[in-house]
């Protein structure tokens, strides 16, 4: 399979964020990083379940979508709260966010 790239345009840097799951604590992406339209996401060392608490509930080991290790991946149109969270699957998982807003936004 061949790598896709995409560039977005006009895309200014908000903020970083580390987060560090371990237990059953879930864990929302930083004030600083909601200023986000776009929010890029590696995850390190082990898999990770995120929910978006569109229906009030939050990712755990079994719930969730998963992002597997050693990936990065994308959330484009991130709506700028708190809902989006992260939770281990198993292992202890590093999940490094880089945020993004566009230009005039």
Not at 52 to 75: D, K
Request: glycine share 8%; hydrophobic share 45%.
């Amino acid at each position: 399979m061949s790598l896709t790239r995409i560039a977005n345009i006009g895309l200014i840097p908000v903020g970083e964020q580390k987060i560090s799951l371990s237990g059953t604590q879930q864990t929302a992406i930083n004030t600083t990083c909601r200023a986000a339209d776009v929010v890029v996401f590696s995850v390190e060392t082990a898999n990770v379940r995120v929910g978006f608490g569109a229906s009030a509930t939050y990712p755990t080991a079994t719930t969730g979508v998963l992002y597997v290790a050693n990936t990065t991946n994308w959330i484009t149109g991130f709506n700028r709260t708190s809902m989006c969270r992260f939770a281990r699957v198993t292992g202890a998982p590093v999940v490094n966010i880089a945020a993004f807003r566009y230009v005039g936004q």
